[in-house]
């Protein structure tokens, strides 16, 4: 390389002394603001191409500088980025094993390379909550979303953080905030819901759940859907306890329209009827509604509404009525007995109980009424022989087990309990000789 560099200047120095055999005459060069000089127009080439090297090497040599400068910083950045890093894995990991004054000195560490740093500032505020430091984990998360007022995470922290200190309309006010950074947010959404829910503010849930249910999948539309029902169903239930009877009605009414098996509402709007004095209406929507519905609920209520008004005999002939149109119905013939054994009518309830076939009916609350009648009847062999039903010879001398995380009884013993998958919960139970597993 240096022979061919050799070989280019010498060709510009011939090239040079060409132009110059060829160019003696000489030049007047006027200085701007200073004197004139004469000089040889070789002489004014070679000045020209001095400067214009000039200039280049000073291009260069600032370009040079400053990529210099460039380098030294962003390897001091590299050396930063990989301390904080290498300080932040070692708090993770001290997380991990649950040693928080480590983990705690990690994250400090952090800090001290980078103040700002966001996901430390976090996790220092976590910490401070598993120590119930609350006002520290408050500045910690406060720091955090003053750095980055426009990342959700400090502000979801602070939410948090307001749920566990009960502080609900301040809560309500971060998940504000993050809706204004994400309108979309479904997380936020759902935390709004909830505290809305623990509030009882049902109008306001409302309209979160119409949002919710834009937001979230097809396959779960329909759990949002009924979730959206019952909200509906509670507006106009506190509307009817707060004495708003007209919107009340609106609420039920349209809830029976858009959804004519949900049995609250027509329940809901019987309320409404009796508060406007429509007793007569309320016994026929609810007859009308058991006769298309078949629900076991409205006849309770009706029960309870003719008892109070005195018209036992209008409630025991829509009984009779109910039974003749099912006569297999176990269930309302176990309702009738109940109300004849309320209405101290031993007989009749005696009566229909026993028309119940044992083999297709093994309600327990079948034997226990119709052991209390025959007591009533001072029959004592019938009532034992009902009582007996209740709990069987052959389980007396046997052991139940129950799981005391999920209540659920077992008739054999297990190290795990197979509905809630938990070790070591049994325990013996002797309040009954019936097992549900």
Same mark, same amino acid.
């Given at each position: 390389m240096?022979k061919?560099?050799?070989?280019?200047?010498?060709?510009?120095?011939?090239?040079?002394?060409?132009?110059?055999?060829?160019?003696?005459?000489?030049?007047? /060069?006027?200085?701007?603001?200073?004197?004139?000089?004469?000089?040889?127009k070789?002489?004014?080439?070679?000045?020209? /191409?001095?400067?214009?090297?000039?200039?280049?090497?000073?291009?260069?040599? *600032?370009?040079?500088?400053?990529n210099?400068?460039?380098? %030294?910083?962003?390897?001091?950045?590299?050396?930063?980025?990989?301390?904080?890093?290498?300080?932040?894995?070692?708090?993770?990991?001290?997380i %991990?094993?649950?040693?928080?004054?480590?983990?705690?000195?990690?994250?400090?560490?952090?800090?001290?390379?980078?103040?700002?740093? *966001?996901?430390?500032?976090?996790?220092?505020?976590?910490?401070?909550?598993? =120590?119930?430091?609350?006002?520290?984990?408050l500045?910690?998360?406060?720091?955090?979303?003053?750095?980055?007022?426009? +990342?959700?995470?400090?502000?979801?922290?602070?939410?948090?953080?307001?749920?566990?200190?009960?502080?609900?309309?301040l809560?309500?006010k971060?998940?504000?905030?993050?809706?204004?950074?994400?309108?979309?947010?479904?997380?936020?959404?759902?935390?709004?819901?909830?505290?809305?829910?623990?509030?009882?503010?049902?109008?306001?849930?409302?309209?979160?759940?119409?949002?919710?249910?834009?937001?979230?999948?097809?396959?779960?539309?329909?759990?949002?859907?009924?979730?959206? %029902?019952?909200y509906?169903?509670?507006?106009?239930?506190?509307?009817? =306890?707060?004495?708003?009877?007209?919107?009340?009605?609106?609420?039920?009414?349209?809830l029976i329209?858009?959804?004519?098996t949900?049995?609250?509402?027509?329940?809901?709007?019987?309320?409404?009827?009796?508060?406007?004095?429509?007793?007569?209406?309320?016994?026929?929507l609810?007859?009308?509604?058991?006769?298309?519905?078949?629900?076991?609920?409205?006849?309770?209520?009706?029960?309870? /509404?003719?008892i109070?008004?005195?018209?036992?005999?209008?409630?025991?002939?829509?009984?009779?009525?109910?039974?003749?149109?099912?006569?297999?119905?176990?269930?309302?013939?176990? /309702?009738?007995?109940?109300?004849?054994?309320?209405? =101290?009518?031993?007989?009749?309830?005696?009566? *229909?109980?026993?028309?119940?076939?044992?083999?297709?009916?093994t309600?327990?609350?079948?034997n226990?009424?119709?052991?209390?009648?025959?007591?009533?009847?001072?029959?004592? +062999?019938?009532?034992?022989?009902?009582?007996?039903?209740?709990?069987?010879?052959?389980?007396?001398?046997?052991?139940?087990?129950?799981?005391?995380?999920?209540?659920?009884?077992?008739?054999?013993?297990?190290?795990?309990?197979?509905?809630?998958?938990?070790?070591?919960?049994?325990?013996?139970?002797?309040?009954?000789?019936?097992?549900?597993?």
């Open positions: 240096s061919i560099y050799i070989f280019l200047i010498l060709l510009f120095l011939t090239i040079i002394g060409l132009f110059a055999m060829e160019n003696k005459e000489p030049i007047i /060069l006027k200085i701007p603001f200073s004197s004139a000089y004469e000089m040889p070789i002489g004014l080439i070679l000045l020209s /191409l001095s400067f214009g090297a000039f200039f280049i090497f000073i291009l260069f040599f *600032i370009r040079d500088t400053v210099l400068v460039n380098r %030294i910083q962003l390897q001091k950045r590299q050396k930063k980025e990989e301390k904080i890093k290498e300080h932040y894995a070692k708090a993770l990991n001290a %991990i094993r649950e040693k928080l004054p480590e983990a705690k000195e990690s994250l400090q560490e952090v800090l001290k390379e980078d103040p700002e740093h *966001i996901d430390a500032l976090i996790r220092l505020g976590d910490l401070s909550i598993r =120590e119930e430091d609350y006002k520290s984990a500045k910690y998360y406060k720091k955090a979303y003053e750095f980055d007022p426009k +990342n959700i995470i400090p502000l979801l922290s602070l939410e948090d953080m307001m749920e566990k200190m009960h502080d609900n309309e809560a309500l971060y998940i504000e905030q993050i809706l204004s950074i994400e309108p979309d947010n479904l997380l936020a959404h759902y935390k709004m819901r909830n505290i809305l829910e623990k509030m009882e503010r049902w109008q306001e849930l409302i309209n979160i759940q119409k949002k919710i249910i834009k937001l979230v999948p097809d396959t779960k539309k329909q759990d949002e859907d009924n979730k959206l %029902i019952g509906t169903y509670e507006y106009g239930r506190v509307s009817l =306890e707060q004495g708003d009877i007209s919107n009340a009605e609106r609420v039920f009414s349209s329209k858009s959804n004519p949900f049995i609250p509402s027509y329940l809901g709007m019987v309320e409404v009827f009796i508060s406007k004095g429509e007793i007569e209406e309320a016994i026929n609810i007859e009308k509604v058991y006769n298309e519905q078949k629900s076991k609920i409205l006849l309770l209520r009706l029960e309870d /509404l003719l109070s008004l005195g018209d036992p005999k209008r409630l025991i002939q829509f009984y009779l009525r109910a039974i003749n149109s099912s006569p297999n119905d176990s269930e309302l013939k176990i /309702l009738l007995g109940r109300l004849y054994y309320r209405l =101290e009518m031993i007989d009749d309830a005696i009566e *229909i109980l026993s028309s119940i076939d044992p083999a297709t009916c309600n327990p609350k079948l226990c009424i119709k052991g209390i009648l025959y007591l009533r009847r001072n029959q004592i +062999n019938k009532a034992l022989s009902e009582f007996k039903e209740l709990c069987p010879e052959s389980k007396v001398s046997s052991i139940n087990y129950k799981c005391k995380v999920c209540n659920s009884l077992f008739e054999e013993w297990s190290g795990r309990c197979s509905v809630c998958g938990a070790w070591n919960s049994f325990e013996v139970d002797l309040r009954g000789c019936e097992y549900s597993r």
